[in-house]
């Protein structure tokens, strides 16, 4: 079965840094595109990055220039590197399968990340 | 940004009742539209890719259609464990999604 499990998530004040990752098991990892969504406390869902299975990375304006995506496929494992992080960037994070041209077929349990002073 | 707009953002539904939700684009994103489910707690599910084509393991009640930028998931005979909100999503261009429509038994 497929399993897709993060982990990373924490409270962290604003301004700060958090890496996020993802461990996927029961598919071929390389062969899969992968993203972020993200869902804030009681809101909706909003896609936050995603990487080709060859690196390619695109970025929500809303993350671009501060979150990095990066994959290990030799460890079957999505990164995402969280800079200057804001309140407004507290939500669970969920590891897809999927980029931005592509539906999202899995999807991991999520981490929750807390920005807050 | 192409602006995805679901109605109803709620509502209360009975057992069997066939239920619609829309979901509206801002400009034509032929059918590149999918649709999920996320149960209270759980992590989003998805129900159908490209407008309407079916996915495997999910109950034939589940349908959708449309293109362009009308859009609807249609539910046949609502089970009681439908209750969850729904959301559509688009990848014409830099992925969105929909506010969401949660359901609840009346």
Request: aromatic share 10%.
């Amino acid at each position: 079965d497929e399993q897709l499990v993060e982990s990373g998530g924490d409270l962290v004040q604003p301004g700060g840094s958090l890496r996020l990752s993802c461990v996927v098991s029961g598919l071929t990892f390389r062969n899969y595109a992968m993203s972020w969504v993200r869902q804030a406390p009681g809101k909706g869902l909003e896609w936050v990055s995603g990487i080709t299975g060859s690196g390619g990375a695109s970025y929500a304006n809303s993350v671009k220039g501060r979150f990095t995506i990066s994959r290990d496929n030799s460890k079957s494992t999505l990164y995402l590197q969280m800079n200057s992080l804001r309140v407004e960037d507290s939500a669970i994070y969920y590891c897809v399968t999927g980029n931005s041209f592509t539906y999202f077929d899995y999807w991991g349990q999520g981490t929750r990340i807390t920005v807050s002073s | 940004e192409i602006v995805l707009t679901q109605s109803p953002e709620f509502q209360s539904v009975t057992p069997k009742a066939k239920v619609t939700i829309t979901c509206r684009a801002s400009e034509s994103i032929g059918t590149s539209l999918h649709w999920y489910q996320q149960k209270p707690d759980q992590s989003p599910k998805l129900l159908i890719k490209y407008a309407s084509q079916s996915i495997s393991g999910v109950p034939s009640r589940f349908s959708g259609s449309g293109s362009g930028t009308d859009f609807t998931l249609t539910i046949n005979s609502l089970e009681v464990e439908d209750v969850a909100a729904y959301y559509c999503h688009q990848t014409s261009s830099s992925p969105t999604f929909g506010q969401g429509t949660k359901l609840d038994i009346k």
